[in-house]
Nanobody, 122 residues
Framework: QLQASGGGLVQAGGSLRLSCAAS????????MGWFRQAPGKEREFVAG????????KYADSVKDRFTISRDNVKNTVYLQMNNLEPEDTAVYYC?????????????????WGQGTQVTVSS
């Protein structure tokens, strides 16, 4: 089970830190990712991280602004979001694969959290 938290309302240029707490399974052994879905749009990949934390991948739209990290002792994945833009407004979901390969497509992820709303005002 994945539980995402940390969303909220922030002004453009502000920051938020999302957390994804995992339970009931050793998610520390698997690649994990953050996705987002804006109203009327498809769910899209935001960032991903391998189980060791040694490799990450980002969507071009968030590169240099967002940072994904994980604490395998706490079974938690984080998404630090800086310099937020109104275009970042969406429901953010954390997800886990069933393997070690870092994937960007939604179909590659088996477990999904419930989502947390991020709203950026201009």
């Amino acid at each position: 089970q994945l539980q995402a938290s940390g969303g909220g309302l922030v002004q453009a240029g502000g920051s938020l830190r999302l957390s994804c707490a995992a339970s009931g399974r050793t998610f520390s052994s698997y690649a994990m990712g953050w996705f987002r879905q804006a109203p009327g749009k498809e769910r899209e990949f935001v960032a991903g991280i391998v189980w060791t934390g040694s490799s990450t991948k980002y969507a071009d739209s968030v590169k240099d602004r967002f940072t994904i990290s994980r604490d395998n002792v706490k079974n938690t994945v984080y998404l630090q979001m800086n310099n937020l833009e109104p275009e970042d407004t969406a429901v953010y979901y954390c997800a886990s694969t069933d393997g070690i390969v870092l994937l960007t497509r939604t179909t590659g992820y088996t477990y999904w959290g419930q989502g947390t709303q991020v709203t950026v005002s201009s």
